[in-house]
């Protein structure tokens, strides 16, 4: 009796032993199995690629380094100034509304004041038009238009605001600039300027109100004009000299 049941525990632990070994037999084919179909090659080129592209570049195209990514123009505003070059003479109409929320230059108090503003257009050192005195009104109306000749459109017209001081000099309260560039040929466009104080960045100086528009001329026309300012003005002379001596 005690030697049949020596031999049905032996045979029950050589089980164990034979389905542990067989189960680690399984395991071990199966992970050689499952390598041995893995692809290395495109593993190491997934891990390598960059991020996925937004630009409508191909993730595998290699990417330059950020420093030397530089943005594309604006596109319109390069059709823009090609549309411009084929032009050699404009003449730009501008209609000066008014000035809001202006810097008060005469202190009438700690928290109150006024200034007596006008605005003059320069372009490359000359004077295009200087508008009439406005007194004592910080959101003065000027209501003026005025139309100059254009042969640089690139040029920007700087403005430059003033409180005019009787027998002092004025006093700065501002400028802006207008590009040319940026505005569409015979249409009319309002546009608001904020003024800026390169002494005073953070200072708010209020806001220029104008309407403006830009039209191409031919070479015909800008002959006529000439013709006629020489007319008028036999001795040479230049109608957009700024003469009064103020910057």
């Not at 030697?3 to 399984?26: E, G, Y």
């Not at 690139?154 to 403005?159: E, H, I």
């Not at 039209?215 to 109608?239: C, G, L, M, N």
Request: proline residues 8%; aromatic residues 10%.
């Amino acid at each position: 009796m005690c030697t049949i049941w020596r031999r049905r525990i032996a045979t029950a632990f050589l089980n164990c032993v034979l389905m542990k070994t067989l189960k680690n037999a399984v395991r071990k084919w199966r992970r050689m199995r499952f390598f041995r179909k893995r692809d290395y090659s495109v593993t190491r080129q997934v891990s390598t690629d960059p991020a996925p592209s937004t630009s409508g570049t191909p993730a595998h195209y290699p990417r330059p380094p950020p420093e030397l990514l530089q943005l594309e123009p604006d596109e319109g505003q390069r059709l823009r100034e090609q549309h411009l070059r084929q032009y050699s003479f404009f003449q730009l109409r501008i209609h000066l509304k008014r000035g809001q929320n202006l810097v008060a230059m005469d202190k009438n108090g700690l928290l109150s004041g006024t200034s007596d503003p006008y605005v003059k257009f320069k372009s490359g050192g000359r004077l295009l038009h200087k508008s009439r005195i406005v007194y004592r009104d910080l959101n003065p109306v000027w209501d003026e238009c005025f139309t100059v000749p254009v042969e640089d459109p690139f040029q920007p017209v700087q403005l430059k605001v003033f409180d005019y001081d009787w027998g002092l000099q004025d006093d700065f309260m501002g400028s802006c600039q207008l590009d040319l560039t940026a505005l569409e040929l015979g249409r009319t466009q309002d546009l608001v300027l904020c003024l800026r104080d390169p002494s005073k960045p953070t200072q708010d100086m209020g806001e220029i109100v104008l309407n403006v528009t830009l039209w191409p001329k031919s070479q015909e026309d800008k002959e006529q004009i000439k013709e006629i300012t020489y007319t008028i003005h036999p001795v040479p002379f230049d109608p957009l000299v700024d003469r009064d001596g103020g910057s």
